[in-house]
């Protein structure tokens, strides 16, 4: 006995109407024979048996919609015994369902590290993401650029690593820093060392006098343009105490204080529309305080032509910051990050002081040592200031 | 059927064209069957009631000529001698079909025999066989390129192309028009203006005959007359064959645009009944060479089955193979 | 070294004059290729040279001699079809993708269609509508086709040959503007070129310009321009259109993080569009900003010259598109 389904006539055909049967149950059936009509969306087509038989019972009627694949009569074999109650076949599993399904082999996705996940509200450009996830910086403590993206330039000044290759990169023409992305680095530098370093402040004022009159003496005999400035005489001093101070000399990183091999003291310069930038001068123990001069008026121009070396602002190793002339007595100056110290100078201005009980006038200046607490504490810092302080005092032996 | 051609067929000619009609007639009906029952998809076009034209004309060409035909390939695959397994195969997309199952029913290739498919597109193999021919032509290779299409090509920009370069270039090109009346559901006055598809090819300067396309000697007399003046060297030639499909277009075509009485009517000119009929008549088979016939292709056909039946499925992995040649294994065509 | 200076057009003509002496199965088959010498004058004297047979004027029937391209790669010879331009391309639409492109595959492997197909493409010569598009990314969509743009004297010179080597068929677009551009080609004994790779036109570190044909030489004065300002641009000439080297394209945005694409097809789903999302795909985080693309505007192109170039790419709005990049 076998199984006259509802044919498939097309792809898109996913049932049929039977509309008549043409053959009645009992009569003999022929390969070939219109056996019925199928009303379907294209319109009513005959459908055929593919056996010779007779045609033993219908199952379904006129009118029913029927699937492709259900049976809708059975068809005994010429010769078989009579009707006999056998189980259904089962429908046989569509050749479809034959197919081996196996799985399509995805093509290999790069390999994502685990990146932060996006925050709300923070837009985030892809690679700032991966670097700020390289450098385990949490992106919802950087500031965005003026667009309101934190890109990479923002994530780079964060981790204090060279800037962005447009302010690096030796330009053909000088073409100046860009006061825009600059003032980003340093806001973001600001901001990191407000949020990580616990700040202590130590304070001395200094007497200046010997170190002005040292200074005229010298300059009497020189052309103007080899005039040395008090800002020489004084970085070396700062350098050579660094030097002697090798606790705050160097980087905090990763949870540790990590002394530095060199003295390397950055300077603060302002350059208009930036702010202050601070390229450091390189081994600045080792050079004489002419040496020092010359140096310190190349990169003032440098800084301000924009042809920094990116060594210069990435190397520095403690900073100084000399306020000059006409500004303020003093100030609380901020570590740049990594860095675990800073010297703050005030102006120079003349003032009462007192020398061997008598109130006399003398040239002073207020000095503001701050160091990171977690490298130094205050002891230490005065101790580092009192040491500057006598070098000071001594301008000849600078 | 005149007494001429009786005296130019022999026995075994006699048996070779009956049994290869029956063997599409009866490979046909199974696939009608197979598609019924869902084991092939797609489009499936049925060649019942043209066998005349595939058997007739592939009996005057040779095993290195080329044969470009249509989506209602299947009679002129098994005529040109592709195993009918491989045919089956195909059509149910298994690895063992003649194309690897990647074509089915409508793109039949076989290299081996010079069978550049199966084309889907109205008209669209007609430029293949023009640049064939061409080729043959320009490596001097006396080899004949035959193509079959439907008279519904005739409408096609392709097919005027096609004509007017293998004329101007005087290609080795047999194109055969299988004029069945209907280009799916338009019948052929309501499709063309110049209705004689012999005229078209006329016009462009291409000899050609007129043949009844349900008439297997006479389709076969034709096409050997004409691949004998192609190989003579004149250029191309073109028959128009008057057929008639009995089925519809494809399978899922309530056939609206058909009245009944006119299929039946050239039911009764059938190129089996027909040329069953007139072997009896005039002795050159006998009832039971055709019930040989018929259980021969029974066999054949079941076997073929059997073979798509256990052939295998190709594996997902190799879904983009065969996109790109590569490159070590670079076929030369010749 | 020595090079000699020659036209990109010279280049075309020594490319396939090359090929028809050294492959007796390799013949030109297009409209006005023999007698008249070439629409773009690329095979003069070659009909003299190597006769009607090889040199082979046909109809106006792109369809038609297509299709017989097609099959004649089938049979054995190596046809170099010459399409006029990619505007007539749309005529034989129907033998490129439903033909050359799926022969392989549809056979299950048992056919190769080792045919070329050249055609002259873009816009920038007033010739409006019809005679101005650049559809190459249709054709580029295609799976089982090879879509090249020759940019250069070198390319032009040397891709033919590799074209033809090739066993599938390979589609060559030569931007008619390109013709008359002179330029160095070193001498060598080998000038064959190979087809699937991108080409570093220009190296540099802060932004990368990918472009391809036409706009190359546009791109490459953009470069220039921003070089000026001190931005240092990397140049990609895609060379391949289909198959697209990523791995050229991916390397760069590794060094840049930015991008901008030019394309002279339509901004609409086109090429840009591709290799945008390829770069978002595989160099998302390199990216610090979005991909821009430089296309030509949602317009047929226009018949004045300054509406056609306010509608195609040019080197201005290229280094526009960068600056806005680098603004960010």
Known sequence: MSEFRMPSLGADMESGRLVEWLKSPGTEVERGDIIAVVDTQKGAIEIEVFEDGVLEEILAEPGEEIPVGRTLAYIRAPGEPGREQRAAEKPKPESEAESPHTPATAKPTPSATAYPPSIPGIHMTPAARRLAAEHQVDPSTLKAGPDGVIGLSEVQAAIGAAPTPLEARPKPKARGIDPVEMRRAIAAAMMRANREIPHYYVTSTIDMTPMMNWLSARNAERAIEDRLLYAAPLLRAVALSFAKFPDLNGTFEKGAFVPADRVNIGMAIAVRGCGLITPAILDADRHDVDTLMTKLNDLVKRARAGGLRSSELSMGTATLTNLGDRTADGLMPIIFPPQVAIVGCGQISERPWVVKGEVVARQLMEMTFAGDHRASDGRRGAQFLSHLASLLGKPEGL | ?334 | MTARTITYRDAVHEALREALRGDERVFLMGEDVGYYGGAYACSKGLIQEFGEERIRDTPLSESGFVGAGIGAALGGMRPIVEIMTVNFSLLALDQIVNNAATLRHMSGGQLSVPLVIRMATGAGRQLAAQHSHSLECWFAHVPGIKVVAPATIKDARGMLSTALADPDPVIIFEHATLYNEQGELPETDDYAMEIESARISRAGGDITLITYGGSLQKTMAAAEDLATDGVDCEVIDLRSLRPIDDATIMASLAKTHRAVIVDEGWRSVGLAAEISARITEQAFFDLDGPVARVCSAEVPIPYPRHLEMAATPQPDKIAAAAREVLRR
């Open chain 2, 1 to 334: 059927m005149s007494a001429d051609n009786q005296v130019s067929l022999s026995r075994a000619e006699a048996m070779a064209l009956l049994g290869q009609m029956i063997l599409i007639r009866r490979f046909e009906e199974k696939c009608a069957e197979l598609y019924s029952a869902q084991k092939i998809r797609g489009f499936l076009h049925l060649y019942i009631g043209e066998e005349a034209n595939a058997v007739g004309v592939m009996r005057a060409l040779s095993p290195d000529d080329a044969v470009v035909a249509t989506y209602r390939e299947h009679g002129h695959a098994l005529a040109r001698g592709l195993p009918p397994g491989e045919v089956m195969a195909e059509m149910y997309g298994k690895a063992g079909g003649s194309s690897r199952g990647r074509g089915g029913s409508m793109h039949i290739f076989d290299k081996k025999h010079r069978f550049y498919g199966g084309n889907a597109i109205v008209g669209g193999g007609l430029p293949l066989a023009v640049g064939l021919a061409l080729a043959d032509k320009m490596q001097k290779l006396n080899r004949v390129t035959c193509c079959f299409f439907g008279e519904g090509a005739a409408a096609e920009g392709e097919f005027h192309e096609s004509m007017n370069l293998a004329a101007l270039w005087q290609l080795p090109v047999l194109f055969v028009c299988e004029n069945n009346g209907y280009a799916m559901g338009t019948g052929l006055s309501r499709s063309e203006s110049e209705t004689s598809i012999l005229q078209h090819a006329k016009s462009y300067r291409i000899t050609g005959e007129d043949v009844d396309g349900m008439d297997v000697v006479a389709v076969r007399a034709a096409a050997l007359s004409a691949v004998g003046a192609i190989r003579n060297g004149g250029g191309p030639r073109f028959l128009e064959n008057k057929t008639y499909r009995f089925r519809p277009h494809s399978m899922f075509d309530p056939d609206l645009y058909r009245q009944k009485q006119e299929i039946a009517q050239w039911k009764t000119r059938g190129p089996v009944v027909q040329f069953s009929k007139w072997v009896i008549e005039t002795q050159l088979l006998s009832q039971s060479d055709i019930d040989g016939l018929e259980e021969e292709a029974a066999r054949t056909i079941d076997e073929a089955v059997r073979y798509a039946e256990e052939s295998p499925w190709e594996p997902e992995e190799d879904l983009e193979r065969d996109v790109y040649t590569p490159r070590k294994v670079e076929e030369t065509a010749r």
